[in-house]
């Protein structure tokens, strides 16, 4: 009972430092600039909001008596203040009824080799269908030679493509399924249709945006929007120029309109990559306290909607979980508490999903969060093996393994797990060192925790030893409390028992020091 209980407890901490401690004061954020982020248009863009000098900046605390001019709690809030700023989500695009185009590159070395124009589409399809309020009316297929070009397509299919939307008269926006459209490419597309244009980038960060839910999720999605906000301040600064010139001073300050802006958003950086830094030492800490408790952490990967909370569940009986049947519906990593099957009490850690083509400055705000992973006992990789670009998706995930830095021990261990097995007639894996499962119908699970067990104790050095006891003593209550109790041979005769124990190399030092014989 007690090492259940400490389980409890090291899952609850685990799940606490993989959050980073939301609740909690994040970071002596800087005093609040005399600026204010604000939407236009729909689109994100830096107004300031500039006063008489000093105006907007608090006044500085001289002491600690009663002359100070804020208390700790006052300096608190006004931290939790600012961070609720940072962390205010953009704009809300709402109800767009959109036309998705896919270019398709049908020859040369930027052609897909693991997929196909038509797989494509309806990944970007499924995009849309996962926010709420978009529809999709209509989409297209085109080739194009030089996706990279202004236009995307050469002249015949642009002028298709033109045509069509403009046979489309309820249509709202295009989103052209590519990783990013340059700010040049995206102004002459918008102008050339008349309706907002949407890239990858853009309708991932939104479906982030809409799915976070706590404060460090939030936090790195506003950071994966740095690079959007300058993209629009650029567009709009050069729209300026062309009405009434951007380059006046404001008041006298020495900057122009353009330069305070771009200021604004580096302070705006600065204070988020503070607050995650703060919120990755609080992390390292408890993961320290975690690592004492030596429960092993195994690390749940894979590509977006794969199964990967389904299979945790089934593993770990949480009801809790509630999974769910969309991409990206996990992105606050989670810890759940399970056990193998010597009773070898261990952490699952649900992670946030991948996709193809993912743009690189969302897997580098992520990266924060992706770190703990580093830490892990091993690494579990489920594959939807019924979906038709398995392959592709199975490249994308180790594409952004390696990218991690990860120790080669972890990356050689990784346990490959077939899932949604039940959705193919007589599946039998083509690949070695694989393990088929479904985990919807339970299938496979005992295999995979018998794996998964062999793995942690080889990585983790726990041996499995068989030790004499007193029954008198407090040896017996301290290994149920230190190590994993699989049996207990009583031996009433001389008051002793065999006891057979999972038990690690720091926790048998302590054992023998305790108890010497």
Not at 85 to 90: H, Q
Not at 198 to 222: G, M, P, S, W
Not at 299 to 308: A, H, L, Q, R
Not at 448 to 473: D, F, M, P, S, Y
Request: contains cysteine.
């Amino acid at each position: 009972m007690g090492s259940g209980l400490l389980l409890r407890g090291a899952a609850a901490l685990c799940a606490r430092g993989l959050r980073a401690a939301a609740a909690g004061r994040l970071c002596p954020l800087l005093p609040r600039p005399r600026a204010r982020l604000l939407s236009t248009g729909g689109a994100w863009c830096l107004r300031a909001a500039l006063g008489p000098p000093g105006q907007g900046e608090p006044p500085r605390s001289v002491g600690r008596g009663r002359g100070a001019a804020h208390s700790e709690e006052e300096e608190e809030d006004g931290d939790e203040a600012e961070l609720e700023e940072l962390l205010a989500p953009g704009p809300p695009p709402g109800a767009q009824r959109l036309l998705v185009v896919h270019p398709a590159v049908k020859w040369g070395a930027k052609k897909p080799q693991l997929t196909t124009a038509e797989l494509q589409i309806a990944e970007a399809v499924a995009l849309i269908n996962t926010l709420h309020n978009w529809t999709v009316l209509d989409k297209i297929i085109l080739s194009t030679k030089t996706p990279e070009k202004k236009f995307i397509f050469g002249k015949g299919n642009f002028q298709i493509l033109t045509e069509k939307i403009k046979g489309l008269p309820h249509i709202t926006a295009v989103f052209l399924n590519i990783e990013r459209l340059s700010p040049l490419t995206k102004k002459e597309l918008e102008d050339a249709w008349g309706v907002t244009v949407f890239d990858r980038y853009t309708v991932v960060l939104h479906i982030f945006r809409c799915n976070a839910r706590t404060k460090e999720a939030k936090l790195q999605i506003a950071l994966a929007e740095i690079p959007l906000l300058r993209t629009n301040l650029k567009n709009e600064m050069s729209q300026l120029d062309q009405q009434r010139g951007g380059s006046r001073y404001i008041m006298g300050s020495g900057e122009t309109f353009m330069e305070i802006q771009y200021r604004l958003l580096k302070e705006k950086e600065f204070k988020i990559r503070n607050a995650l830094e703060k919120l990755r030492r609080k992390r390292s800490i408890l993961r320290a306290q975690r690592e004492r408790r030596e429960f092993p952490v195994i690390s749940v990967m894979g590509y977006t909607n794969c199964g990967k909370t389904t299979l945790i569940k089934s593993l770990t009986g949480d009801e809790g979980l509630q999974p769910q049947d969309q991409l990206f519906a996990t992105l606050d990593i989670t810890a759940h508490a399970g056990y193998l099957p010597s009773h070898l009490a261990v952490i699952y850690v649900d992670t946030i999903g991948f996709l193809s083509e993912l743009p690189h400055d969302l897997i580098e705000s992520f990266s924060a969060t992706l770190e703990d992973v580093a830490y892990s006992d091993l690494i579990v990789h489920v594959r939807d093996i019924s979906h038709p670009e398995t392959a592709l998706q199975k490249a994308s995930v180790l594409s952004v393994l390696k990218n991690l830095n990860l120790p080669s021990h972890l990356l050689d261990s990784v346990v490959e797990v077939h899932n949604k097995v039940d959705l193919i007639e007589r599946y039998q894996s083509p690949e070695t060192n694989t393990i088929a499962v479904s985990a919807l119908l339970g299938y496979g699970l005992e295999e995979l925790k018998e794996e998964i067990e062999r793995i942690v104790l080889k990585t983790t050095g726990k041996k499995i030893l068989t030790i004499k006891v007193n029954l008198a003593g407090p040896q017996l209550s301290w290994l149920y409390k230190e190590a994993t109790v699989q049996e207990v041979d009583v031996m009433p005769e001389d008051g002793t028992a065999n006891v057979k124990v999972i038990i690690s190399n720091s926790a048998l030092g302590k054992y023998k020091k305790l108890f010497p014989q």
